[in-house]
């Protein structure tokens, strides 16, 4: 990643000439996991009007219908997008070229992912893959609490698929962990992890299927290491929101669009275009 200028915007309509699809980061821009950023809606909305297509990109591991459902719940209308591609949806090819022997490590919510696919959901002794879409009880429950668990499955040789390579997420103004926090401790202790989502290739390949293959992609989003370098290694420029996850990490720069630069530069990312909040 090279250094160069990011450019502070006030609104999306800005540069929105310049591209013919959107790949639109869901949670921390389009809602908070409490309610939906209505200035966030507007925009993508008014993107569609003027012919763009946006694609909403999500590290969710549930699969976009159920994912379309939250969202409406949430504030967010149909209006505001013409596809929505998950972790889920690129995960569900790994699974399926596993082995059919699944333990899944997450909350019950998330079982949608298995939907249709022949797999015998096991105990811990009669597993042969992980499936880890989240913790039981992502409000309750700390990442380290499954290292024990984690430790006997890497001595064994079993694969871990992560559906959510994100660590944490806001909800309102709480930090959540995801499932990318326990797959991050069963790297650490050398168990083989297998990643779909932001910011990997198999999401972006579905993605572009939705929203054109020739199309010239502006990459929308929070994260720097799921969004911003997920836009970087497809070779998409990105309108980074810089009050999202990163809020407080980044406070002593991120008035400055010159500083930011230089402290995205450092982490081995870059992003053409930033803005507080989407809009």
């Not at 969710?60 to 505001?80: F, Y």
């Not at 006997?152 to 559906?163: F, K, N, S, W, Y």
């Not at 980044?250 to 870059?270: Q, T």
Request: proline share 4%; net charge negative.
């Amino acid at each position: 990643m090279t250094e160069s200028a990011m450019r502070a915007i006030r609104s999306l309509d800005e540069v929105l000439s310049g591209y013919d699809a959107l790949f639109c980061d869901v949670w921390g821009v389009v809602h908070d996991g409490v309610a939906s950023h209505p200035a966030a809606v507007a925009a993508l909305t008014a993107a569609r009007r003027a012919g763009k297509k946006v694609v909403l990109l999500t590290n969710s591991p549930r699969l976009n219908d159920g994912v379309e459902r939250q969202i409406a719940g949430l504030g967010v209308t149909r209006e505001a997008f013409d596809a929505i591609v998950t972790s889920g949806d690129a995960t569900r090819a790994l699974i399926e070229a596993g082995s059919r022997h699944v333990l899944h490590i997450g909350p019950e919510r998330d079982l949608d992912i298995f939907g249709g696919l022949g797999l015998s959901l096991e105990s811990e002794a009669g597993a042969q893959v992980i499936v880890c879409t989240g913790l039981a009880d992502d409000r309750s429950e700390d990442p380290e609490t499954y290292r024990p668990l984690l430790e006997r499955l890497a001595d064994r040789g079993l694969p871990m698929i992560c559906a959510n390579p994100d660590i944490v997420v806001h909800v309102g103004d709480r930090l959540i962990p995801c499932a990318g926090a326990v797959a991050a401790i069963y790297a650490e202790i050398g168990g083989t992890v297998h990643l779909a989502g932001k910011p990997h290739a198999p999401i972006y390949a579905v993605a572009r299927r939705a929203g054109g293959e020739e199309a010239r992609v502006l990459c929308i989003g929070d994260g720097l290491m799921t969004d911003v370098l997920g836009a970087n290694n497809h070779g998409a420029d990105c309108l980074f929101i810089s009050h999202g996850i990163h809020r407080d990490e980044l406070a002593d720069v991120i008035g400055d669009p010159v500083l930011l630069s230089a402290e995205l530069l450092a982490r081995g990312v870059g992003a053409r275009y930033v803005m507080p909040a989407l809009r």
